[in-house]
C-alpha cells in the first residue's frame, strides 16, 4: 500500500530564508504526487503537482519540487520564505488512475519568523 | 458556483444524535470527494462520487457513515448515532473528471464536534 511521510510535523524559517519541506512516498506504482497547502480554517489549495512529466515541478506562490525516484522523495522548495507562506503544508500520493484517492502526510507547519 | 460549498461549517452535536453535512461542488465537475481531517488520524479519504454513483466506498469508517448524491450535483454526507471519535473537520472536493491526475479543489470544510 502507499504511504507518504513528511519528516518535521513543523519548521520554522527565517523571512527571506530558504524554505524546505520533506516528504517521502512509497508506492508500488508510478505515483502521481502533489502537494497542497491549507492556512487556517480554510480548506485544502493545490501548490504543484507531478504526473510524470518533467521531474522539476513549479508551482504557485514561488514554490517548485523535484521528484526523484531514486530516493522516493517529492521535496518543497521557495528560495526565499515570506511572512504569507505561514501554514500548513500536506503532500500527497495517488496510485490510482481513475480516481483522485489521495493518501496524504501528516502534514508540518510552517512558521516564519520576522 | 465558483467554489465548492459546505453546510454547515460547524457542528456541535451530542453523542447519539446523527447529523448531515452538506456539499455543493462546482458547477459541471462530475466527481466528488469526500475527505475526513482529525488530529489523531490526520487526512483520510472516505468515499467518491461520479455523477451520482459511488463506486468507492471504501474509506467509510463505519455502516453508521453515509454518502448520496443528487442530480449529479449536491451531495450530503450523514453520519448516525454520531460517537466522540466522528469530531473532524470534513472536506468535500470535485473534480472536472476522473483521473489520476486531476486536481482537486477543496470546499472550507464542516467542523463536526460531538460531546
Known amino acids: 500500500a502507499q504511504s507518504v511521510t513528511q519528516l518535521g510535523s513543523h519548521v520554522s524559517v527565517s523571512e527571506g530564508a530558504l524554505v524546505l519541506l520533506r516528504c517521502n512516498y512509497s508506492s508500488s506504482v508510478p505515483p502521481y504526487l502533489f502537494w497542497y497547502v491549507q492556512y487556517p480554517n480554510q480548506g485544502l489549495q493545490l501548490l504543484l503537482k507531478y504526473t510524470s512529466a518533467a521531474t522539476l515541478v513549479k508551482g504557485i506562490n514561488g514554490f517548485e519540487a523535484e521528484f526523484k525516484k531514486s530516493e522516493t522523495s517529492f521535496h518543497l522548495t521557495k528560495p526565499s520564505a515570506h511572512m504569507s507562506d505561514a501554514a500548513e503544508y500536506f503532500c500527497a500520493v495517488n496510485v490510482d488512475q481513475g480516481a483522485q484517492k489521495l493518501v496524504f502526510g501528516q502534514g508540518t507547519r510552517l512558521t516564519i519568523n520576522p | 458556483g465558483a467554489g465548492v460549498s459546505q453546510s454547515p461549517s460547524n457542528k456541535v452535536t451530542e453523542k447519539g444524535k446523527d447529523v448531515e453535512l452538506r456539499c455543493d461542488p462546482i458547477s459541471g465537475h462530475t466527481a466528488l470527494y469526500w475527505y475526513r481531517q482529525s488530529l489523531g488520524q490526520g487526512l483520510e479519504f472516505l468515499i467518491y462520487?461520479?455523477?451520482?454513483?459511488?463506486?468507492?466506498k471504501s474509506g467509510l469508517p463505519s455502516d453508521r457513515f453515509s454518502a448520496e448524491r443528487t442530480g449529479g450535483s449536491v451531495s450530503t454526507l450523514t453520519i448516525q448515532r454520531t460517537q466522540q471519535e466522528d469530531s473532524a473537520v470534513y472536506l468535500c472536493a470535485s473534480s472536472s473528471g476522473l483521473s489520476g491526475a486531476n486536481v482537486l479543489t477543496f470546499g472550507a470544510g464542516s467542523r463536526l464536534t460531538v460531546l
Open positions: 462520487f461520479q455523477g451520482n454513483s459511488a463506486p468507492d
